[in-house]
């Protein structure tokens, strides 16, 4: 390994345990993503190729969603780490930046890569619903030949109106004994159940979970979300101003 390819894999590591724990919901955390952003723009620089995907969930945590899309457009011209279809994050990304329809789409294609997914589904739902409201969004439910991971197909339920948020919360826990195992399937409760409350227009609601869902803490790329969620929900209840698209 050369002094350059070891400088570089030392700055992705120091990146990738930042992403893992960061957002930029303070001074702090702005700080540290803001450095990391300026290492990868010196990296992709050098080598434009797979590092294009790690600036791009830098620029996502920093808020800075159309740049994202960008970034994860390129990083999929590049085949890594994902194609077209399993770009997830790019999915996300887009639906933070408005562009649900593109976003849609996204969660379309990841559909043929994880078919037993019904996380994407929900997002694809959720993006679905943005445009042309929940009802036109129930209708396009994506099939499932097996409903896996809970506690996901108790929040199907939820979204189609056929469930409730006792048994999604009941899903979550029943029969799991590893702590780590609990607290993400709690959050992951608590969150959907807040993205449901909030795309029915039930805001305090949905202020209540996904506060809730941040004191399971875990890293992953959907506490982030999580994070700028609430943030944009209680802002938008205090100000009394009408939902605005993420």
Request: aromatic share 10%.
């Amino acid at each position: 390994m050369t002094m350059k390819s070891y400088s570089t894999a030392f700055i992705l590591a120091s990146i990738a345990l930042i992403c893992s724990s960061t957002s930029a919901q303070n001074e702090a955390s702005r700080q540290q993503l803001e450095q990391a952003l300026e290492q990868l723009n010196g990296v992709i620089k050098d080598e434009p190729s797979r590092y294009h995907h790690n600036r791009a969930e830098v620029l996502f945590r920093l808020n800075r969603f159309e740049e994202s899309v960008q970034d994860y457009n390129a990083a999929v011209r590049f085949g890594w780490p994902h194609d077209e279809d399993s770009c997830w994050e790019r999915g996300l990304a887009q639906y933070y930046a408005g562009a649900f329809r593109a976003a849609q789409k996204q969660f379309s294609g990841y559909h043929r890569v994880g078919p037993l997914d019904i996380e994407n589904g929900l997002w694809r739902l959720l993006c679905i619903a943005e445009v042309d409201g929940i009802e036109k969004a129930r209708e396009s439910v994506l099939e499932y030949s097996r409903r896996v991971r809970k506690p996901f197909p108790a929040l199907l339920e939820v979204y189609l109106d056929r469930g409730n948020a006792e048994a999604v919360l009941k899903e979550a826990t029943d029969g799991i004994s590893n702590p780590q195992e609990i607290t993400a399937n709690l959050f992951n409760a608590y969150y959907y159940l807040a993205k449901y409350y909030e795309i029915v227009d039930q805001k305090e609601l949905a202020l209540t979970h996904v506060q809730e869902a941040l004191k399971h803490q875990f890293p992953h790329f959907m506490y982030a979300c999580a994070e700028i969620d609430a943030e944009r929900i209680e802002l938008n209840l205090n100000s009394g101003t009408p939902k605005a698209k993420p």
